[in-house]
């Protein structure tokens, strides 16, 4: 059985730092590209970052280029998302997700985790 679970999530202020990780089961997550979302209420659900499959490209959103970093590790079949200079409006619910294309569109992808809350305060 296919699993993405996240944590890590939790309340920062503003210019903090979190990290968060997702823990893969049932597949290898260097086998899929790996894809960070958020979604806060009455939005959309956003593309942050992803990583690729094959040689571990990665892709950013411009609204995180330079504050956030994804990085994957194979032994724990973990990927992770630092987070640095959280702002309040990073404040969602995010979610990783596994697919075969590297993209950041959500529809792209064909897993997904619960999501855990991240919440900046100012």
């Known amino acids: 059985e296919v699993q993405l679970v996240e944590s890590g999530g939790g309340l920062v202020q503003a210019g903090g730092s979190l990290r968060l990780s997702c823990a893969v089961s049932?597949?290898?997550?260097?086998?899929?590209?790996i894809g960070w979302f958020r979604q806060a209420p009455g939005n959309e659900r956003e593309g942050l970052a992803c990583?690729?499959?094959?040689?571990?490209?990665?892709y950013y959103a411009d609204s995180v280029k330079g504050r956030f970093t994804i990085s994957r590790n194979n032994a724990k079949n973990t990927v992770y998302l630092q987070m640095n200079s959280l702002k309040p409006e990073d404040t969602a619910v995010y979610y990783c997700?596994?697919?075969?294309?590297?993209?950041?569109?959500?529809?792209?992808?064909?897993?997904w985790g619960q999501g855990t809350q991240v919440t900046v305060s100012s």
């Open positions: 997700a596994a697919g075969t294309l590297y993209s950041g569109r959500a529809s792209t992808y064909d897993y």
């Open positions: 049932g597949f290898t997550s260097e086998d899929y590209t």
């Open positions: 990583i690729g499959s094959e040689d571990g490209s990665t």
